[in-house]
């Protein structure tokens, strides 16, 4: 059985940093995409990074120059570090696999997380 468990979620002030964590079990990391996804109140899911399965990494214009996506093969998990915080950033983050061989920035992705709250207070 497949399972992604976010971590690291929490209230912080502007400009503070948080890092999120994703373990997961029953799948091995290396050998899928992995995603992060955000979403707040009352809007659609969205795209923040990505780990693709080769090494390479993106991560969402709106989030560029402050966050980083990162992955630890050994601990068979992905993580986001998140700086300068901004009120905007205020959504549950949720951690995404996806065994395709094609990398996607869109949400079909094959397994997810149940979120983590991460809460930004100006």
């Known amino acids: 059985q497949v399972q992604l468990v976010e971590s690291g979620g929490g209230l912080v002030q502007v400009g503070a940093s948080l890092r999120l964590s994703c373990a997961a079990s029953?799948?091995?990391?290396?050998?899928?995409?992995m995603g992060w996804f955000r979403q707040a109140p009352g809007k659609e899911r969205e795209f923040v990074a990505i780990s693709r399965r080769l090494g390479s990494t993106r991560v969402a214009d709106s989030v560029k120059g402050r966050f980083t996506i990162s992955r630890d093969n050994a601990k068979n998990t992905v993580y986001l570090q998140m700086n300068s915080l901004k009120p905007e950033d205020m959504a549950v983050y949720y951690c995404a696999a996806r065994g395709s061989a094609l990398a996607i920035e869109t949400d079909d992705y094959d397994y997810w997380g149940q979120g983590t709250q991460v809460t930004v207070s100006s």
């Open positions: 029953g799948l091995t990391v290396s050998r899928y995409h």
